[in-house]
């Protein structure tokens, strides 16, 4: 069974950071592309950013500049570094693995809660 374990999230006040982190097994981290997405209340899961095995880096246009997506391949662990945070990110942050041949083929984390307000 293949599990994707996330850290992180918690309540910050606008323009302050965090970091979340998301920790798989060796054979899905080596072989997939990770990333995450977020989901607000009343709204869809959109895609924030991905990351491929190799290192290329894709963000959506909304966190362009403030997040940083980065993967520790030692540890099997995906970063998501949150700056400059502002209350529209406010969301459940999901890790995902996708299946780069068959990407039908995707697995979530169990979802953390960022929360922006002062």
């Known amino acids: 069974q293949v599990q994707l374990v996330e850290s992180g999230g918690g309540l910050v006040q606008p323009g302050g950071p965090l970091r979340s982190s998301c920790s798989t097994s060796?054979?899905?981290?080596?072989?997939?592309?990770m990333g995450w997405y977020r989901q607000a209340p009343g709204k869809q899961r959109e895609l924030v950013t991905t990351?491929?095995?190799?290192?290329?880096?894709a963000y959506a246009d909304s966190v362009k500049g403030r997040f940083t997506i980065s993967r520790d391949n030692a540890k099997n662990t995906v970063y998501l570094q949150m700056n400059s945070l502002k209350p529209d990110d406010t969301a459940v942050y999901y890790c995902?693995?996708?299946?780069?041949?068959?990407?039908?083929?995707?697995?979530w984390g169990q979802g953390t809660q960022v929360t922006v307000s002062s």
């Open positions: 995902n693995a996708k299946n780069p041949v068959f990407t039908t083929v995707n697995y």
């Open positions: 060796g054979s899905i981290f080596n072989l997939y592309v």
């Open positions: 990351i491929t095995r190799g290192g290329g880096t």
